[in-house]
Nanobody
Framework: QVQLVESGGGLVQAGGSLRLSCAAS????????MGWFRQAPGKEREFVAT????????LYADSVKGRFTISRDNAKNTVYLHMNSLKPEDTAVYYC?????????????????????WGQGTQVTVSS
């Protein structure tokens, strides 16, 4: 059973930074890509970033490109989301996600249907 546990959320002022962590267990971590999504109140869940198995390839939503960085430490079975220059519109519950299929097309990982496992989420609130 794959388990994903996020941490690192909190309240931060606009322009500040946070680092989210997602600890994975239950299978060989470095066999699969990983992703981050977020859901703001009253809005649908949206893609934030994804990283491939080795960490050598990443993909970002346009809204976070240049401000957020996804990374992973396969030795620690952990994926990170480094968030800089935070804006009030970044306020949301952030979810870590893991697929159970290796897709040949990396762009698939920007879709939530590509993921089978989800963490419980961590709240990020950015005050203006």
């Amino acid at each position: 059973q794959v388990q994903l546990v996020e941490s690192g959320g909190g309240l931060v002022q606009a322009g500040g930074s946070l680092r989210l962590s997602c600890a994975a267990s239950g299978r060989t971590f470095n066999n699969y890509a990983m992703g981050w999504f977020r859901q703001a109140p009253g809005k649908e869940r949206e893609f934030v970033a994804t990283i491939n198995r080795s960490g050598g390839s990443t993909l970002y939503a346009d809204s976070v490109k240049g401000r957020f960085t996804i990374s992973r430490d396969n030795a620690k079975n952990t994926v990170y989301l480094h968030m800089n220059s935070l804006k009030p519109e970044d306020t949301a519950v952030y979810y870590c996600a893991a697929p159970n299929i290796v897709y040949s097309r990396g762009s698939h990982y920007s879709n939530d249907w590509a993921y089978a496992y989800w963490g419980q989420g961590t709240q990020v609130t950015v005050s203006s």
